[in-house]
């Protein structure tokens, strides 16, 4: 079956960090233009960080903390999330893309609470 | 940074009635633009792209149209499956942006 495995996520003070991590499983993830997608509890979707043609792009709300990166020997993407904020609160989700920026497969998303 | 705009916020519609969905840019992003459905506790799940190009296995009562500025998600005959909140989002431009979604509930 082919699907996405997020892990990584928890509880973590203001100002600490967290490392999420994406697995794949029946394909090759490494391959493919690959997302971090948020959604904050009870609330919309929010882009967070692309990894893939042309290079890795990230949203201000999180620019200079958040670095993606991919590992193709783990078939494994990463999101490294540094100096974190109450806001960064959210499910964090791991997306692929196949040609274009829309997001075919999702992960069922890791939870991140930055709470003192 | 576009903003994508969905409205209505709620939708109430009986099972086997038609609901359309609309969503705004605030600039034109051409065709690329994607819809997605979210059930309570799921990810979201990719239902049209390009702006009316089904994915793969979606039922054909699902539909997209519009282009530029403005664009439409209909499903033509609700079914119990089918109440979730709708997500539209454009990849024409970065920062990539989704609309703040449209719940279809149950009236």
């Known amino acids: 079956e082919v699907q996405l495995v997020e892990s990584g996520g928890g509880l973590v003070q203001p100002g600490g960090s967290l490392t999420l991590s994406c697995a794949a499983s029946?394909?090759?993830?490494?391959?493919?233009?690959l997302t971090w997608v948020r959604q904050a509890p009870g609330k919309g979707l929010e882009w967070v960080s692309s990894?893939?043609?042309?290079?890795?792009t990230v949203a201000d709300s999180v620019k200079g903390r958040f670095t993606i990166s991919k590992d193709s020997s783990k078939n494994t993407l990463y999101l490294q999330m540094n100096s974190l904020r109450a806001e960064d609160t959210a499910l964090y989700y791991c997306?692929?893309?196949?040609?274009?920026?829309?997001?075919?497969?999702w992960g069922r998303g890791t939870l991140v609470t930055v709470s003192s | 940074e576009i903003v994508m705009t969905q409205s209505p916020a709620t939708l109430s519609v009986s099972p086997g009635e038609r609901a359309t969905l609309s969503c705004r840019a605030s600039?034109?992003?051409?065709?690329?633009l994607a819809w997605y459905q979210q059930k309570p506790g799921q990810a979201p799940r990719l239902l049209i792209y390009?702006?009316?190009t089904r994915a793969t296995g979606l039922p054909a009562r699902f539909s997209g149209s519009g282009s530029g500025t403005e664009f439409t998600l209909t499903i033509s005959s609700l079914q119990s499956e089918d109440f979730a909140v709708y997500y539209c989002?454009?990849?024409?431009?970065?920062?990539?942006?989704f609309g703040g979604g449209t719940k279809v509930e149950i009236k």
């Open positions: 997306t692929k893309s196949s040609g274009k920026w829309n997001f075919d497969l």
């Open positions: 989002q454009q990849y024409n431009n970065w920062p990539l942006t």
């Open positions: 029946g394909f090759t993830l490494t391959i493919y233009d």
């Open positions: 990894i893939g043609n042309p290079g890795t």
């Open positions: 600039q034109s992003v051409s065709s690329n």
């Open positions: 390009g702006a009316s």
